[in-house]
Nanobody
Framework: QVQLVESGGGLVQPGGSLRLSCKAS????????MGWYRQAPGAERELVAT????????NYLDSVRGRFTISRDNAANTVDLSMNSLEPEDTAVYYC???????????WGQGTQVTVSS
């Protein structure tokens, strides 16, 4: 059974930091590009960051580049998102995502809320 379980969301003040973590199970982790998406109220879901399984290649949404860092541990089947200098505009539900490199098939986590507010 495929599972992506996120943790680490919460409430933080502007300028603060959070670290999201996603634990994957039920599939071959290194066959998947891992990523994080987010969806703010009334907005479409958007890609935040992705990371290939064997290279250091990363892709970031322009508005988070330099503030957010995605990392993965292929031995532990985890992918993390370190978020610094958080802004109110970063408030959203953040979803862990796994995309099969060969088929394009997607798996999604249940989401974790991040709220940036004073």
């Amino acid at each position: 059974q495929v599972q992506l379980v996120e943790s680490g969301g919460g409430l933080v003040q502007p300028g603060g930091s959070l670290r999201l973590s996603c634990k994957a199970s039920g599939f071959t982790f290194t066959n998947y590009v891992m990523g994080w998406y987010r969806q703010a109220p009334g907005a479409e879901r958007e890609l935040v960051a992705t990371m290939e399984p064997y290279t250091t290649a990363r892709n970031y949404l322009d508005s988070v580049r330099g503030r957010f860092t995605i990392s993965r541990d292929n031995a532990a089947n985890t992918v993390d998102l370190s978020m610094n200098s958080l802004e109110p505009e970063d408030t959203a539900v953040y979803y862990c995502n796994a995309r099969n490199r060969y088929t394009g098939y997607l798996h999604w986590g249940q989401g974790t809320q991040v709220t940036v507010s004073s």
